[in-house]
């Protein structure tokens, strides 16, 4: 808990949050002086060096009419947009809007409104184009590269320093937290070392240039897992991974999550074929049945409750810890919305103390190549990830399944990892969900959900490399990205 006396004549706006005027944090700033220049973001915007500008609400009757993204607050996670983000709006709707936010590569969003999500930021990069951003976001951009490098602003931005900054700033206004205007206050410590300055922008971008790669392989495999299994061989991975990122990134498939629930179509079912009472039309969708087959001739088919069966993996679901044990530690509680592009975020939303971590580590048993799959959450069914050894010491919520593999000469994690986010799984996933009270859940149907797993034990190996390799990869160029963030500011 924090003490300190301030004199009244101090006292800005009339604003009277003690944490605003945190003078450990001043401090801090005021002892960087020597190495650094200490640059405040809104006199950055009003001498032109820096354009500031929020995005827009385009209304919920837009959302779903199609395929190019409406990032909104939850879609960035990691330094980075989703690469499946929850909304889609029609070319119509995003040409109406496109001119006025003119997105481009190299800006830079910040949340600016969303209490746990504010201050959260990424840089847009050729991979997130076209696309449209809401209003509770604000986009920087560097209107002269000569005067400020993007990239060090983006470090400066996720600095320690800097992100205390911003939640001493934020407030509540009517039932949610905002920055407001209060985001020109910030303060940039820019290290004065102009060598030291590229260095860390040269090892920034190198890092930039490997996440955008290999999330171009996440945002593609859905396509390239299902050719793999059609054809039978790697074809598809090596033509993909041999070309330049330039070419990758003009053959993209742009969707949104709405497109992994199919499209409208008609179909007679026999009375006799109702299972369990279901008469959801999507839960029997024939299209489902017909890509499965296709793979036949390479694949053999293993439900999930199989694989239980067999003992090839387990299942177990988390704990809902109740909201009191919230903000108790820096431990994370991992909840539905606290990974995506196949990670964990690196600054999950909540964290509990090591007492209550204590009293649920044992049961929910945490281990390195477990993968968490959304059960409840609507958008995020069937939304995957895998713990690697940076994220074991955590609990996750009973809105996720954690899945183990205990075979690992059948189906190792990685294979799982991948064949989970392929079309025709991402599909069944999809009519498996339905709508329990006020949310929708899997329940229990992710037992039914089909894997195709390929005859050649040669071909699993291959596919289970690839994944592995994306995924170390992207978690060495994150955390790059975290240590050169603290670098900026430890000369």
């Known amino acids: 808990m924090l003490t300190y006396k301030i004199n009244i004549q101090d006292i800005k706006n009339q604003i009277f949050i003690p944490k605003y005027y945190d003078p450990a944090l001043r401090q801090e700033l005021l002892s960087l002086k020597e190495t650094h220049d200490l640059l405040v973001l809104g006199d950055l915007i009003d001498a032109g060096i820096i354009g500031a500008q929020t995005g827009h609400e385009i209304g919920k009757m837009a959302y779903g009419t199609g395929s190019i993204p409406f990032v909104r ?10 690469t499946i983000p929850k909304q889609g709006v029609s070319q119509e709707i995003y040409d109406f809007y496109a001119y006025k936010e003119d997105v481009q590569p190299g800006d830079i969003l910040m949340v600016k409104d969303g209490t746990y999500l504010i201050g959260t930021n990424c840089i847009v990069t050729p991979l997130d184009i076209p696309m449209i951003y809401q209003s509770h976001i604000l986009k920087f951009r560097v209107v002269s590269s000569e005067l400020l490098d993007p990239l060090i602003l983006f470090l400066a ?18 039932i949610i937290d905002t920055l407001g205007s209060r985001y020109r206050e910030i303060i940039l410590p820019i290290p004065k070392d102009i060598t030291f300055r590229k260095e860390l922008s040269e090892k920034m971008k190198q890092a930039l240039d490997t996440r955008i790669r290999y999330k171009a392989a996440i945002k593609q495999m859905p396509l390239l897992i299902e050719s793999v299994l059609e054809s039978g061989t790697t074809q598809a991975f090596d033509t993909f991974f041999s070309k330049p990122i330039d070419e990758v990134l003009n053959e993209l498939v742009q969707d949104t999550t709405t497109l992994e629930f199919g499209f409208f179509s008609a179909f007679r079912l026999n009375s006799s074929a109702i299972t369990n009472g279901i008469y959801l039309p999507k839960y029997y969708d024939p299209a489902v049945e017909n ?3 296709k793979l036949d001739g390479t694949c053999t088919r293993y439900s999930i409750q199989s694989l239980l069966n067999d003992k090839v993996i387990e299942l177990a679901t988390g704990d809902e810890i109740g909201k009191m044990a919230y903000g108790t530690g820096s431990i994370p509680f991992v909840r539905t919305s606290d990974f995506s592009n196949w990670e964990i975020k690196a600054d999950a939303k909540q964290g509990v103390s090591e007492e209550i971590y204590e009293q649920y580590a044992l049961k929910e048993d945490v281990r390195p190549g477990d993968i968490l799959i959304v059960r409840d959450g609507t958008y995020l069914v069937g939304t995957s990830c895998l713990i690697t050894e940076y994220d ?12 183990r593999v205990l075979k690992k000469d059948i189906l190792d994690e990685y294979l799982l990892l991948g064949l989970l ?8 996933i999809r009519t498996k969900q339905f709508t329990r009270d006020v949310i929708d859940t899997l329940g229990q149907r992710l037992r039914e959900v089909t ?9 699993r190996h291959a596919i289970s490399v690839q994944i592995r390799h994306i995924i170390e990869n992207r978690i060495e160029a994150r955390d790059c990205v975290s240590n050169l963030s603290r670098q900026l500011i430890e000369l």
């Open 157 to 174: 931005l996720n600095c320690p320093l800097v992100q205390r900054q911003i939640r001493n700033m934020q407030f509540t206004a009517d």
């Open 421 to 428: 986010n392929s079309y025709i799984v991402k599909r069944q």
């Open 392 to 403: 074991q010491k955590m609990l996750y919520c009973g809105g996720l399944i954690k899945i």
């Open 291 to 293: 890509i499965l087959r």
């Open 451 to 459: 894997l195709p797993l390929p005859h050649s034990v040669e071909l």
């Open 73 to 82: 607050t939850s879609d960035i996670s990691n330094w980075e947009i989703k």
